[in-house]
Antibody, heavy 121, light 108 residues
């Protein structure tokens, strides 16, 4: 059974940093691209960043470029999102999501339950 | 960036009736279009991919159609568990992957 378990969310002050993790199980992690998708309270879904199965290729939304860094440790089957210079508008539930190819982007066939990031003083 | 526009924002339908949700892309996304269902407090769930292929475990009352810029999700006979928010997503041109703003399907 595929499972994605996010952690690392919490309350952080504007300008602060946070590192999210997503522990994956039930599939060969290195074979699939992964993404982070966020959802602000009461709002829709926004793709934030993605990474290829090997980790050699990464992409970011404009809102994340220069502030967020996606990475993965295939030996630990874990996806990360390092978030710096956080702003109030980054407040959201962050979901880890699994693609269906090792490279490029596709539909997301599995999602974690999400971790809430709140940016507030 | 490809902009995805969903309509209507809210759709009120009675159980047992048919629901038709629309999604339009600002430029062609071929058939690289997915639909997700999201219930309150839950993660999104993949319903349709490739514009018309049902995801694993999705009942046959869900169907998707369209290609290029116009897409439709149809639920043939609404069950109580189908009332939720539905999002379309394109994965043809990236980055970024983009989602529509969602259609809330509510009980009439």
């Amino acid at each position: 059974e595929v499972q994605l378990l996010e952690s690392g969310g919490g309350l952080v002050q504007p300008g602060g940093s946070l590192r999210l993790s997503c522990a994956a199980s039930g599939f060969t992690f290195s074979n699939y691209a992964m993404s982070w998708v966020r959802q602000a309270p009461g709002k829709g879904l926004e793709w934030v960043s993605g990474i290829s199965g090997s980790g050699g290729s990464t992409s970011y939304a404009d809102s994340a470029t220069g502030r967020f860094t996606i990475s993965r440790d295939n030996s630990k089957s874990t996806l990360y999102l390092q978030m710096n210079s956080l702003r109030a508008e980054d407040t959201a539930v962050f979901y880890c999501s699994k693609g269906v190819h090792s490279y490029g982007y596709s539909q997301f066939d599995y999602w974690g339950q999400g971790t809430l990031v709140t940016v507030s003083s | 960036e490809i902009v995805m526009t969903q309509s209507p924002a809210t759709l009120s339908v009675s159980p047992g009736e048919r629901a038709t949700l629309s999604c339009r892309a600002s430029q062609s996304v071929s058939s690289n279009l997915a639909w997700y269902q999201q219930k309150p407090g839950q993660a999104p769930r993949l319903v349709i991919y490739g514009a018309s292929t049902r995801a694993s475990g999705i009942p046959a009352r869900f169907s998707g159609s369209g290609s290029g810029t116009e897409f439709t999700l149809t639920i043939s006979s609404l069950q109580s568990e189908d009332f939720a928010v539905y999002y379309c997503q394109q994965y043809n041109n990236w980055p970024p992957i983009t989602f529509g703003q969602g259609t809330r399907l509510e009980i009439k």
